[in-house]
């Protein structure tokens, strides 16, 4: 997804929704499809509204605030995660709140992970102990391999990295020569 072209059709939609009176706790309360959408009170307040928006709100905010459900079907917009059994992407889902966190989640730390270290002396034996903070979306466990090697190197230790995959808690270590997972649920 273009995140500018995402941008300009979001500024697009708030300049008609505030011109056509379409916000409001009137406007959210109303349950006729028909009616919301051939609302128009004929308002135009949509480029004082888009200044007001560029002036006070970030992209986090931005996004937090003004997509809405009528956004994300009008745009077809869908969740897609890679499935390794077809090898393939494929859509995993269409509901506005699964769209809506999904997009956040690339703003807030630009898609990275949140990994915090736990322990520098695990075990009592030197080991390093990383806790991933999961978001709901597991890691790229090539990537992450590749991070543990790395820091195992600098660390000369071994490494671990407690992550949630397939919705277990597992534990992913290398200790300088082999990578393993353990899956610490049992």
Known sequence: MNPY?????????????????????????CDDYAAK???????GLGRQKIF?????????????AFLTPEFCREHKMFVYNYNE???????????????KQKLLFLLTN??????????????????????????GIDLKLDEARDTLKSIQTIWTRPVNLETIIDESKTLLTFDGTEHKEIEMNK
């Open 110 to 135: 630009f898609g990275q992970p949140f990994i915090y270290v736990e322990d520098s002396n695990y075990r009592n034996r030197g080991e390093l102990y990383l806790r991933h903070h999961h978001e």
């Open 5 to 29: 072209k995402l941008g300009i059709e979001l500024f697009r939609d708030i300049e008609d929704r505030w011109n056509k009176g379409k916000f409001g706790k009137e406007y959210d309360e």
């Open 52 to 64: 007001e928006v560029r002036k006070l709100y970030n992209d986090v905010m931005f996004i937090d």
């Open 85 to 99: 059994r077809s090898n393939l992407y494929e859509i995993s889902d269409r509901e506005f709140k699964a769209i």
């Open 37 to 43: 959408k051939n609302w128009d009170k004929q308002l």
